[in-house]
């Protein structure tokens, strides 16, 4: 991995160019206290915002830890090309018109070829970004305001969006930053990279992630390891879909894992818990700069109100936490803080009689810190300082720190509305240990993000090939062959060329029989598909009536408990993504289903299968038997060891309906999708 300590952590700075862009540099920079070196290069002006300006690279006293480069794509390769020969620490390469502009202007993806070329080994930013601040040590190449202040710890925030970034940066939540970095198109330095780069910095105390797409899996992987050993945690806000529904649309399983699974099921892999909305995701990063991962999803409620606490019972249905009964000890301890017109509960409506007294509102919210919970949360909404007094609310923080205190226990003051928690407080709070969170909605799913999880480590690497570019149908019976090689269950069949032969083949093999029609990929809704045949005549009039030219002729599998579809899909963004749904006529009614990616454990596999709708029947569903679930994961399995021995030219692989009996699992139907065997 390239070293970029010297680049993130500069003591002198090259600003190369003479527009505000680059002045805005230079005034940011003094701004933050800057106490390093701060050198303008410009070939005309003999200065820049204020300072005294070099005419040229040479005549700068010695290489610079790191330049800004403010001027256009074609004087940036030169100069990106000049830094990299004087032996500078790195580059923010601030202008567009690279590959990010392929769509409108052909010659991006050769002028990013020519800046990759020029950089060399040294490290660059972008191009097409704002570059980074460094609040720790008050070091930043940021050509704009932005709205962060000097931290001693904090959290490191990494964006392809520079707008995103900014906006970031305005936030009024009390939230520590201690870096914020921007990647721009990633031309040579990625965000997986830049990640692994900021976590080693002992300052950083969490890493939160804004990704629009991850590109290099193997650095994710690297990044993803690298947390796990620092053992800091990571959380991503991962936006935009992948066109793999649109590309290839010819099976369910490409429709069902086209979009967002693949990226779903690479951060689950990754153990990077992905949050839905921006506040979501600031709110767990305090909850993570605070107390780290939480270990259990046991939470406590108290509040005044009990409106506030039916609704934050509400907010957690459905999302992975708990409130778990109070136990004797809390019983004991709230009855004695709270006398006896207190009803006792979790969450808790603790009632206003102890208002102002901040000893006794210390006491209950302590009583209510058991050390089984990962968190507790107080709610308290503070008044709008521009017309309220807010005064009487000291009692609240005062309680909340004394609280954490004497319990050592995780405290959150929560609002019930984002903007009832003012910054000032927030501050106060994270200073004592107490975090403060903005909004119900999002102490819950910030809370249910926080929770520990691991990484994948025990399946190994994931399965990267290139993309097949003319993938063709194989046959199915050719396909269901190639998959029993490697343990799939397959019906008895046999292939005809025409319907006496069908008919023939069907005798062959025993009533009752399915007939299908080859070459055809939705064989139902083309009607070349019938179960259930019991005569060699039946078989005929079928296959006589069908679209096709030749047959398969199958055993018809009985006693089936329930049906599944099993695809793996090679996904270009993401590796080869394996979906495990409801199938047969479920697979378009029930929107059952749930990805991972390829290899996966049979640990992991099981666990997917509970989490669908339909696990119910799989289980022996009112009295009706269950399935043999070591059967459906040998059989995914499977499917999966034939994708891991076949991946050079594999486009998709389906069966669907997997038929799951009590005794044995087997493929109805399958799709084989290769661009070397057709």
């Not at 290069?41 to 040229?56: D, F, N, R, T, W």
């Not at 020519?114 to 070091?139: E, R, S, V, W």
């Not at 004592?432 to 994948?456: D, S, W």
């Not at 063709?472 to 019976?477: S, T």
Request: contains cysteine; proline residues 5%; glycine residues 10%.
């Amino acid at each position: 991995m390239t070293d970029l300590s010297r680049l993130f952590r500069p003591s002198t700075i090259a600003v190369i160019g003479g527009g505000a862009w680059c002045r805005s540099v230079i005034e940011q920079c003094r701004k933050m206290g800057f106490q390093g070196a701060i050198w303008p290069v410009h070939p005309k002006a003999s200065e820049v915002g204020g300072l005294s300006a070099y005419p040229s690279l040479s005549a700068l006293p010695t290489a610079p830890d790191v330049s800004f480069v403010g001027v256009n794509r074609l004087q940036t390769i030169n100069i990106v090309h000049e830094l990299a020969t004087i032996g500078a620490g790195g580059a923010v390469c601030f202008a567009s018109g690279f590959l990010e502009a392929e769509a409108e202007d052909e010659q991006g993806p050769e002028l990013q070829r020519q800046l990759l070329a020029a950089a060399g080994a040294m490290p660059i930013l972008g191009p097409n970004c704002y570059g980074f601040i460094n609040y720790l040590d008050g070091a930043l190449l940021w050509p704009d305001q932005h709205g962060g202040i000097r931290a001693e710890r904090g959290v490191a925030l990494i964006t392809q969006s520079s707008n995103m970034a900014i906006n970031l940066t305005m936030q009024k939540r009390g939230l520590p930053l201690a870096y914020v970095v921007t990647a721009g198109n990633q031309a040579q330095t990625g965000i997986a990279a830049i990640g692994e780069a900021l976590l080693q910095d002992e300052r950083v105390t969490a890493l939160g992630l804004h990704i629009e797409g991850f590109g290099d899996l193997r650095a994710f992987e690297r990044l993803a390891a690298k947390a796990a050993d620092l053992g800091k945690p990571i959380v991503a806000l991962k936006v935009g879909k992948s066109v793999q529904a649109q590309v290839a649309t010819i099976s369910h399983t490409a429709s069902l894992a086209g979009g967002d699974a693949g990226a779903q099921a690479l951060l689950e892999r990754l153990g990077i818990p992905r949050l839905g909305s921006l506040s979501d995701f600031l709110e767990t990063l305090k909850i993570l700069h605070v107390y780290g991962p939480l270990t259990s999803n046991r939470i406590a409620s108290i509040s005044c109100s009990g409106g506030e606490a039916s609704l934050i019972a509400d907010t957690a249905v459905g999302r992975n936490v708990t409130f778990p009964p109070l136990n004797a000890t809390q019983k004991t301890d709230l009855r004695a803080a709270l006398g006896p017109m207190v009803a006792l509960a979790n969450p808790l409506d603790y009632h206003t009689y102890i208002w102002r007294d901040t000893p006794a509102m210390t006491r209950a919210w302590a009583a209510m810190m058991d050390p089984s919970l990962a968190l507790t949360m107080l709610i308290v909404d503070f008044p709008r300082a521009d017309r309220c007094d807010s005064s009487d609310w000291e009692c609240t923080i005062a309680a909340a720190l004394a609280a954490r205190q004497q319990t050592g226990a995780n405290v959150a003051m929560v609002s019930s509305l984002a903007e009832l928690m003012p910054e000032d407080v927030a501050a106060r709070l994270i200073a004592g240990g107490v975090v403060p969170i903005n909004g119900l909605t999002e102490a819950i799913a910030a809370t249910e993000a926080a929770v520990m999880r691991g990484r994948v480590d025990d399946a190994g690497p994931l399965v990267l090939t290139p993309t097949p570019i003319n993938p063709g149908l194989i046959p199915e019976a050719t396909a269901k062959t190639m998959l029993a090689d490697y343990g799939l269950a397959v019906p008895k069949a046999l292939r005809a060329d025409s319907p006496e032969q069908a008919g023939r083949c069907a005798a062959e093999i025993g009533f009752p029989v399915v007939l299908k029609g080859e070459g055809i990929a939705h064989k139902t809704e083309a009607g070349a598909v019938v179960l259930g045949l019991m005569s060699a005549g039946e078989v005929e009039k079928s296959a006589s009536a069908m679209p096709a030219k030749s047959f398969l002729i199958e055993e018809m599998i009985t006693g089936t408990v329930a049906e599944l579809l099993i695809g793996v899909v090679h996904d270009p963004a993401h590796g080869f993504v394996l979906t495990i749904a409801a199938g047969g006529i479920l697979t378009e009614l029930l929107d059952d289903s749930t990805s991972l990616l390829v290899p996966s454990t049979s640990e992991m596999i099981g666990a997917a299968l509970e989490r669908l709708k339909i696990a119910k029947l799989l289980n022996g569903y009112r009295g009706k038997p269950a399935a043999d679930k070591s059967a459906i994961v040998a059989a995914i399995m499977a499917v999966q060891d034939y994708v891991i021995n076949n991946a050079i030219g594999l486009a998709e692989v389906e069966v669907n309906p997997l038929l799951c009996g009590p005794n044995r699992a087997v493929a109805g139907d399958a799709l084989l999708r290769r661009e070397d065997l057709t």
